[in-house]
């Protein structure tokens, strides 16, 4: 488990796609270059960690539940929803920056590092956002009812934990939690 003490992450420009947003960062190492936020209640959203655990196999991205401490400071600081919120999140770092990625954009980007054949679905980046984000939102708000909903937070396993970004300090940014 990646342990972050203070994140720096004012909004970015607004348009809630691809967004500048410096990130001036105070995390221990290894800090991240991608993270992706999501939903840890959602059986779907589970079910793409699990496939991101899997088949990013130079460990490129480190995943964050968006109901942990780190997810919820994540997501206060982009202005997202802290519960009713409909899309994954990718953080890529720029240099000292990250940049955001939401919905179909962070889903393409993502499946376009994995290794095996889930590379072949970025492809569909082709297809106009616009579109691509209607059959996401689609999914999304439909996604506890088709794929189920958890009660609690799924937890990463012993084996995985150092792949994820938990913890957050807003209070003390020189002192780990």
């Known amino acids: 488990m990646i342990t972050a003490t203070c994140i720096n992450l004012p909004g970015g ?35 793409w960690s699990r496939l991101i655990l899997k088949y990013d196999r130079e460990q490129h991205f480190t995943l964050c539940r968006a109901q942990s401490a780190a997810g919820q400071y994540l997501l206060r600081q982009l202005g997202m929803p802290l519960y009713n919120y409909e899309t994954m999140i990718l953080l890529e770092r720029e240099n ?66 150092h792949r994820f970004l938990e913890e957050v300090s807003e209070e003390n940014p020189n002192e780990p939690v």
């Open 13 to 47: 420009t607004g348009d809630g796609f691809a967004s500048r947003a410096a990130l001036p960062l105070a995390m221990l190492p290894p800090t991240p270059d991608k993270i992706v936020l999501f939903d840890s209640l959602c059986n779907l959203c589970n079910g």
């Open 96 to 161: 000292s920056s990250f940049r955001q990625y939401h919905k179909s954009d962070a889903a393409l980007r993502i499946t376009a590092s994995l290794k095996g054949y889930w590379r072949f679905l970025a492809l569909l980046r082709y297809i106009p956002r616009p579109i691509r984000d209607l059959v996401y939102d689609l999914v999304a708000r439909n996604r506890y009812r088709w794929f189920g909903r958890r009660n609690h937070c799924l937890l990463p396993n012993t084996a995985d934990e």
